[in-house]
């Protein structure tokens, strides 16, 4: 169930309020403890316009995730790999082509998730995320700036908030709850970034 404040929770656990939406998150290392019952990863934002390889990190500014930017052919597939190499997840070719659905594939060509943006929501502001064989999820919040929940029926599984650094390059937090698949929310994250970047 979902507390009141925005935080994730579950029957039974005392899990604090994450920060509520629009506040920028603590820095990692610094300002309050990522709340008890969540991972929390930081990542930029737009980050699949670097064209880059980049690792995503957790509060302690650890690499957790790597993901294989480097797409230049527009049948190359975007990669998601543990800091092993090992590859857990990818798009599925053409991902340069501007389109309102993306599948997120396990590495024997599986479909893990396919996301798409609401028919009915001219703004982008509403996500749909299809998993085969399990429970659908969505979105709710404010997609476009970047202040959303992932939400499975009632239950909050996934936070993402917009972090300005004083780098001068935006970042997210992603809060994942414990027990969730820790890639496939971020690659969800990934997708809709792309996705809202491409429509704008």
Same mark, same amino acid.
């Given at each position: ?56 990190? @957790?509060?302690? +500014?650890?690499?957790?995730? &790597?993901? %294989?930017? #480097? !797409?230049?052919?527009?049948? *190359? $597939?975007?990669?998601?790999? @543990?800091?092993? +190499?090992?590859?857990?997840? &990818?798009? %599925?070719? #053409? !991902?340069?082509?501007?389109? *309102? $659905? ?6 024997? +060509?599986?479909?893990?998730? &396919? ?17 085969? +064989? ?67």
């Amino acid at each position: 169930m979902l507390r009141r404040g925005g935080g994730l929770a579950r029957p039974g656990r005392g899990i604090r309020p994450m920060a509520a939406a629009g506040q920028p998150a603590a820095q990692p290392g610094a300002g309050p403890q990522t709340p008890s019952g969540v991972n929390r990863y930081i990542m930029r934002q737009r980050m699949f316009a670097l064209g880059q390889d980049f690792n995503i990190n @957790d509060a302690a +500014g650890q690499p957790r995730f &790597k993901i %294989d930017g #480097k !797409v230049r052919l527009v049948k *190359e $597939s975007l990669k998601f790999r @543990d800091m092993q +190499g090992n590859l857990l997840y &990818k798009l %599925d070719e #053409k !991902v340069l082509r501007i389109r *309102e $659905s993306f599948n997120i594939l396990k590495p024997d +060509g599986q479909l893990a998730a &396919k996301v798409h943006n609401a028919i009915i929501d001219p703004l982008r502001e509403r996500f749909t995320i299809e998993i085969p +064989g399990g429970e659908n999820m969505l979105t709710r919040g404010k997609v476009i700036w970047a202040q959303y929940d992932i939400l499975r029926g009632q239950q909050q599984v996934g936070k993402i908030s917009k972090q300005f650094s004083w780098i001068g390059r935006d970042q997210y937090v992603v809060d994942v709850l414990h027990g969730e698949d820790d890639c496939l929310i971020l690659a969800i994250t990934v997708v809709i970034d792309m996705m809202v970047s491409n429509g704008r």
